[in-house]
C-alpha cells in the first residue's frame, strides 16, 4: 500500500492511486517519486509543505 500526502496549504491529498495525470504522474507512482519541480494541482504548493497522512488501522 502506497502512502498517501497532504497538502498543509489546501488540504489536497495526493493519493498514489490516481497519480496526476494533467502533470505527466502517472497512476500508481509514489509522492517521493516526484520531482522536486512537481506542485500542488489545487494551490500550487511546493512538494516541501506536503506531509504524510496517517493511515487508520483496520
Avoid: N
Amino acid at each position: 500500500m502506497m502512502e498517501k500526502f497532504v497538502c498543509r496549504v489546501c488540504g489536497y491529498i495526493y493519493d498514489p492511486a490516481e497519480g496526476d495525470p494533467d502533470a505527466g504522474i502517472s497512476p500508481g507512482t509514489a509522492f517521493t517519486s516526484h520531482p522536486g519541480t512537481w506542485h500542488c494541482p489545487v494551490c500550487g504548493s511546493p512538494k516541501e509543505k506536503f506531509t504524510l497522512m496517517e493511515q487508520e488501522v483496520q
